[in-house]
């Protein structure tokens, strides 16, 4: 379902599927990067993307941020601490995309690395924004441009859902509020996206990383990108018109 950057439902957008067309010469892709809300399932579609296309996977290193489990259990104190950990983290991964991979030809990562300027965006106060701002202006322009963005979507209750089920205790205390505003920060951040592009995936009507007929259409649609923002129709869908 198509979103308006107040969250609200949009007419559909007209299916890329049915104006494009297989050519002999597809694009090569060199860098995918897969985003999404939180528990929207971008590591599952990386691994699932990198053992399809045989490429190198990179992994956001959440749970490897020592400031997280104090963030979720008191926001307010340590935000600009767990922001600013990611952004380095994040900045020090990026860095590895530019190293050559004599095995791989394609690389894929399960984030975007401006995504750290969403969260920003929702949980810094002001003073706090301004001074990550600084830093993070001076590590984007250092960082590798993808071939084209796969954004999964999912409702927050569908969100919640998926997190309470894979159980992480440091997840524990997040709040159906603070997913709804992460959400909505999303939706309006990548509404007019204009970037790179942007393949829009709605994972409450499929999941593309464990349905092989998707999966294999989904990537088709990613080698013939165009730009702006397109959004992918199910295959199953498709054949119930």
């Given at each position: ?22 050519m ?69 991964q ?63 209750e ?41 393949l ?22 990613m080698r013939?990108?165009?730009p ?14």
């Amino acid at each position: 379902m198509r979103l308006t950057p107040n969250g609200e439902p949009a007419p559909l957008a007209v299916p890329i599927f049915d104006t494009v067309h297989l050519m002999d010469d597809e694009r090569q892709l060199t860098y995918i990067a897969v985003e999404g809300p939180i528990g929207v399932g971008k590591t599952t579609l990386a691994k699932a993307l990198g053992k399809a296309l045989d490429a190198r996977v990179i992994l956001e290193e959440a749970e490897d941020n020592p400031f997280l489990p104090h963030f979720y259990k008191n926001p307010t104190r340590y935000a600009l601490h767990t922001q600013l950990a990611f952004l380095v983290s994040r900045y020090r991964q990026q860095q590895e995309i530019y190293q050559r991979d004599l095995f791989h030809k394609t690389t894929v990562a399960d984030y975007l690395f401006e995504k750290d300027r969403i969260f920003a965006s929702v949980t810094l106060n002001e003073e706090e924004l301004h001074l990550y701002s600084r830093i993070a202006d001076l590590l984007q322009d250092a960082t590798p441009t993808p071939s084209i963005v796969v954004m999964l979507q999912a409702s927050a209750e569908a969100l919640m859902q998926r997190i309470r089920k894979r159980g992480r205790g440091f997840e524990a205390p997040m709040e159906l509020g603070y997913l709804q505003t992460v959400c909505e920060t999303y939706n309006r951040h990548f509404f007019d996206y204009t970037d790179v592009p942007l393949l829009v995936v709605n994972t409450d009507e499929v999941n593309v990383a464990t349905d092989e007929v998707e999966l294999q259409e989904l990537i088709r649609q990613m080698r013939q990108p165009r730009p702006g923002v397109q959004y992918y129709v199910p295959v199953s869908r498709r054949h119930n018109r």
